[in-house]
């Protein structure tokens, strides 16, 4: 008899054990990667999110790993467990463009990862210095495909630098418009901005939320947003599509887990995002940011991604820019 109980008293304290790790695997945190440093955009719509979804998913800790263009983050995602404990964020530079700039690159961006959902989109706009564009008459996208063409070598384009965003979606513009403009890259999307203020160069491609407060000032002349339709953060002005058929180069950014992450991982990941960038307080919120949340499903951020891969390998080599 003392020895059942002695063994039932036994089993009692192993299952309690065992329920106890069982408990303590599903409180490990989260961690997000972010392949960017803190304060920007895509940290603090990260940190918004990781927020809103600890009531869902437990604690989620976003670990900052900046470096080579997010090419560092995004390979510390690549090489993790594939067990839903380690996620990050996938965005247009390191899923799509940075496959094709860099001369080697740690991971493959087609095949490394699984996709969670696309959390934003911010528009690209083009702008002109607004004396610029009224001493030349360039009020509409026509106008400056008009204008270029019969003084030709004449208008200069600035960017943040070989490769960035504003200069791959200037030398789109430029093949698309069949037009020649100048590339003058700076040290910096916020120099270039200041040069095209100061008008040192004559338009930008620059990301909508930083450029719109010269916009709202007048010290910028907003010509057309970069997505297939208006943004409901600019909507008087027109998308270059409308003159220059399927023109689309925006800044995007989602979650992404390694890949090999159990399907039923992925979906509870997906559904608790999704969740929380449909809530009505992170709308408002990206508004603020001039962000427009999508949260899509894993499969339609995978055939996406998969486009933006294939569209920026065109753009890259046609500008021929690579980094070593």
Same mark, same amino acid.
């Given at each position: 008899?003392?020895?059942?109980?002695?063994?039932?008293?036994?089993?009692?304290?192993?299952?309690?054990?065992?329920?106890?790790?069982?408990?303590?695997?599903?409180?490990?945190?989260?961690?997000?990667?972010?392949?960017?440093?803190? *304060?920007?955009?895509?940290?603090?719509?990260?940190?918004?999110?990781?927020?809103?979804?600890?009531?869902?998913?437990?604690?989620?800790?976003?670990?900052?790993?900046?470096?080579?263009?997010?090419?560092?983050?995004?390979?510390?995602?690549?090489?993790?467990?594939?067990?839903?404990?380690?996620?990050?964020? /996938?965005? +247009?530079?390191?899923?799509?463009?940075?496959?094709?700039?860099?001369? !080697?690159?740690?991971?493959?961006?087609?095949?490394?990862? /699984?996709?969670?959902?696309?959390? #934003?989109? $911010?528009?690209?706009?083009?702008?002109?210095?607004?004396?610029?564009?009224?001493?030349?008459?360039?009020?509409? $996208?026509?106008?400056?495909?008009?204008?270029?063409?019969?003084?030709?070598?004449?208008?200069?384009?600035?960017?943040?630098?070989?490769?960035?965003?504003?200069?791959?979606?200037?030398?789109?513009?430029? !093949?698309?418009?069949?037009?020649?403009?100048?590339?003058?890259?700076?040290?910096? *999307?916020?120099?270039?901005?200041?040069?095209?203020?100061?008008?040192?160069?004559?338009?930008?491609?620059?990301?909508?939320?930083?450029?719109?407060?010269?916009?709202?000032?007048?010290?910028?002349?907003?010509?057309?947003?970069?997505?297939?339709?208006?943004?409901?953060?600019?909507?008087?002005? &027109?998308?270059? /599509?409308? +003159?220059?058929?399927?023109?689309?180069?925006?800044?995007?950014? *989602?979650?992404?887990?390694?890949?090999? +992450?159990?399907?039923?991982?992925?979906?509870?990941?997906?559904?608790?995002?999704?969740?929380?960038?449909?809530? &009505?307080?992170?709308?408002?919120?990206?508004?603020?940011?001039?962000?427009?949340? #999508?949260?899509?499903?894993?499969?339609?951020?995978?055939?996406?991604?998969? +486009?933006?891969?294939?569209?920026?390998?065109?753009? $890259?080599?046609?500008?021929?820019?690579?980094?070593?």
């Amino acid at each position: 008899m003392k020895t059942r109980r002695f063994l039932l008293t036994l089993l009692a304290g192993a299952a309690t054990l065992a329920a106890g790790h069982a408990t303590a695997q599903q409180q490990r945190p989260i961690r997000l990667v972010v392949p960017y440093a803190a *304060g920007g955009p895509i940290d603090v719509t990260a940190r918004m999110l990781a927020e809103r979804v600890k009531d869902t998913l437990g604690p989620v800790i976003v670990d900052n790993k900046p470096g080579a263009g997010g090419n560092i983050g995004a390979d510390i995602v690549a090489k993790a467990p594939p067990d839903g404990l380690t996620i990050g964020i /996938a965005a +247009t530079a390191t899923n799509a463009v940075n496959p094709w700039l860099y001369s !080697k690159i740690p991971f493959n961006a087609a095949t490394d990862f /699984a996709p969670i959902t696309q959390m #934003v989109r $911010v528009p690209n706009v083009l702008v002109m210095n607004a004396e610029t564009a009224k001493r030349l008459n360039i009020n509409s $996208v026509a106008d400056l495909v008009r204008y270029a063409k019969a003084n030709p070598a004449k208008l200069n384009y600035g960017s943040g630098g070989n490769g960035s965003a504003g200069h791959l979606a200037g030398e789109l513009f430029k !093949k698309e418009a069949g037009i020649f403009a100048v590339h003058i890259p700076y040290n910096g *999307g916020n120099p270039a901005q200041l040069a095209l203020i100061s008008g040192q160069v004559d338009f930008n491609f620059d990301n909508l939320a930083t450029a719109a407060p010269n916009i709202r000032s007048g010290k910028l002349k907003a010509i057309a947003v970069t997505t297939l339709q208006r943004s409901s953060a600019l909507p008087e002005v &027109p998308p270059v /599509a409308d +003159t220059l058929k399927g023109f689309s180069i925006d800044t995007w950014w *989602g979650l992404v887990a390694p890949a090999g +992450t159990p399907h039923d991982m992925v979906v509870k990941l997906n559904q608790a995002f999704v969740a929380a960038l449909n809530a &009505p307080e992170t709308k408002t919120r990206f508004a603020s940011l001039l962000a427009e949340p #999508v949260g899509n499903s894993p499969e339609q951020f995978s055939a996406f991604m998969k +486009t933006e891969l294939v569209k920026y390998e065109k753009v $890259v080599k046609a500008t021929g820019a690579k980094v070593d």
